[in-house]
């Protein structure tokens, strides 16, 4: 594939893609998408936390090509919630970290959202002094 | 940010990030990842908070979201004695995943007094395993602040 190619691909599908360099730092390796922005400019994403630790335990022996993790979420700028997932891809002499957004997060939220609220009304006791039904 | 779901985890990291507070539960997807720099005596710290989504029937907390954690807060909410149980049991899985490293109970909602179902025998037993308890609210922000900073200077101090 071209290069040009390659980018407008990455550019269609609104991923974040990254190659580890020699120095554990990361290196994009292609335009970032706007919903990137809001992340950290350090090279070594320290946010990912335990994700890095387990991408770098796959790499040392990847059992698959492609190890994904989240939903991750972030606020954007102008105080946007956005979720995504991030992906350890495993491919010969190379690793890579994928950025994606996650568009089924919201649907999954609204369906537990509607299960932990019916839950919570059975375990929340009313307030001392409101009327209650059950007297 | 441990913890059963609905206790404030969210509210709480939000409070400390932001100074806001919204009285709409929103259930948290996956993992929240925020960021805030604090002020300690020997210099700065930048915290990155890992707001995990609450433990329930519908959804186990992936214990190894917790490697390379440098310290956690439990959050159970004193208006539901069940979630101290539940502190209880992600503190045990915290410590077999990562060792002990330093940890905090907020004990939060504690603005909603007429309404507690905590008693002080939860509080003196869970005083007895060593744990720090602090009584916070994401809603006045009573005791949020403080939280943060006993788990910044504990680690800052190891």
């Known amino acids: 594939m071209k290069p040009e190619s390659f980018e407008a691909v990455v550019r269609a599908l609104e991923i974040g893609v990254f190659e580890q360099v020699a ?20 090279p070594t994403f320290p946010f990912l936390g335990s994700f890095l ?29 956005f979720h995504y997932r991030v992906s350890a891809l495993s491919l010969p002499d190379h690793k ?16 537990l959202q509607k299960a932990r609220e019916v839950v919570l009304q059975r375990q929340t006791p009313p307030a001392r002094g409101l009327d209650s039904t059950d007297g | ?45 930048e915290l990155i908070l890992w707001d995990l989504y609450g433990e329930d029937e519908f959804q186990k907390v992936r214990m190894s979201y917790l490697q390379g954690a440098s310290a956690y807060l439990l959050v159970a909410d004193g208006t539901r004695k069940e979630t101290i149980d539940i502190a209880a049991s992600l503190q045990r899985a915290a410590e077999a995943e ?14 909603l ?16 395993w060593g744990w720090k308890i602090v009584r916070t609210s994401a809603k006045t922000g009573e005791g949020v602040e403080e939280t943060f900073l006993i788990l910044a200077r504990a680690m800052a101090s190891r």
């Open chain 1, 23 to 42: 120095d554990g730092a990361f290196t994009s390796v292609a335009p970032l998408p706007d919903w990137m922005r809001a992340f950290s400019q350090n």
């Open chain 1, 53 to 81: 630790i387990e991408a770098r335990a796959f790499w040392a022996e990847p059992r698959d090509t492609r190890l994904t993790w989240g939903p991750c979420s972030e606020v954007d700028e102008a105080g946007r919630e």
């Open chain 1, 96 to 111: 890579y970290l994928v950025f994606e957004l996650d568009h089924h997060a919201e649907e999954t939220r609204a369906i």
């Open chain 2, 1 to 45: 940010m441990l913890g059963a779901f609905a206790v404030g985890k969210t509210s709480l990291v939000s409070r400390f990030v932001t100074s806001m507070f919204s009285e709409k539960y929103l259930t948290t997807v996956g993992v929240k990842i925020d960021k805030k720099r604090v002020s300690l005596l020997r210099g700065e710290m």
């Open chain 2, 98 to 111: 990562i060792g002990k490293v330093p940890f905090v109970l907020a004990l939060n909602k504690v603005d």
């Open chain 2, 113 to 128: 007094a007429d309404r507690w179902q905590v008693d002080m025998g939860d509080l003196e037993r869970a005083g007895e």
